[in-house]
C-alpha cells in the first residue's frame, strides 16, 4: 500500500477502494495520487484568495469545481465570503441563561433560533426554567440508588432522572 493508487490496488485484490483506503490510513501510509489526475494540490496563493470570493467565481477562477473550493475551505477553517455567521465571544456567551433568550437575541443581533441552539449545545438552562438544570455530583447519584431515591435527592422528577440517565447511555437502575 503506498506503492499505486488505492483503486488499483483494489482492483488486484477484489475488495473496494474505501477497504484499501481505510487500511493504508490504519498503517500510517500516504496514498500515492494518480500521475495523470486532473486532482492537484492547493498552492498558497490558491488558498490565499480562499473566502475571499464566492465560491462559484473562485472555481472558476481557479478551474477547479465549486464543491472542491468548499472542501478545501472548510478544512481550512475559512468562512465563507461575506457569511452572515459570525463567532460567539466569550462576553456573549456569559449572557447565556442570565436572560431571556429573547433579549440576548436582541442585544447581541442573533437570531432567537441562534441563540437557543448555542445556549442548549453548551448545556445552559433557559432563565427561570422550570428543570433545574443537572449538576456532576448529581449525575454521580445515577446508577447507584433508584430513580426514585435520586429523584427525592436532587429535587428532579422521576422521569427527568429516567431521561437523564438514558441520555447518559446508562442503564435501567432496578
Partial sequence: ?????????????????????KRRVTLGRSALEYPHSKCRRYTR?????????????????????????????AVLGIPKFQSRC???????????????????????????????????????????SRKPPWLPAQDRLLGTMSNEEVARRTGHSPRSVRERRRALGMRRSE
Fill in 45 to 73: 496563493a490558491e488558498d490565499s484568495l480562499l473566502g475571499t470570493m464566492p465560491d462559484d467565481g473562485l472555481a472558476r477562477r481557479l478551474r477547479r469545481t465549486a464543491v472542491a473550493i468548499q472542501s478545501r475551505r
Fill in 86 to 128: 459570525r463567532p460567539w465571544t466569550a462576553s456573549e456567551d456569559a449572557l447565556l441563561g442570565r436572560l431571556p433568550d429573547e433579549q440576548i437575541a436582541h442585544r447581541v443581533r442573533r437570531t432567537l433560533a441562534a441563540v437557543m441552539a448555542r445556549r442548549v449545545n453548551r448545556g445552559i438552562a433557559k432563565l427561570n
Fill in 1 to 21: 500500500m503506498g506503492t499505486e493508487p488505492d483503486a488499483i490496488i483494489a482492483r488486484k485484490l477484489g475488495r473496494t477502494t474505501l477497504a484499501i483506503t
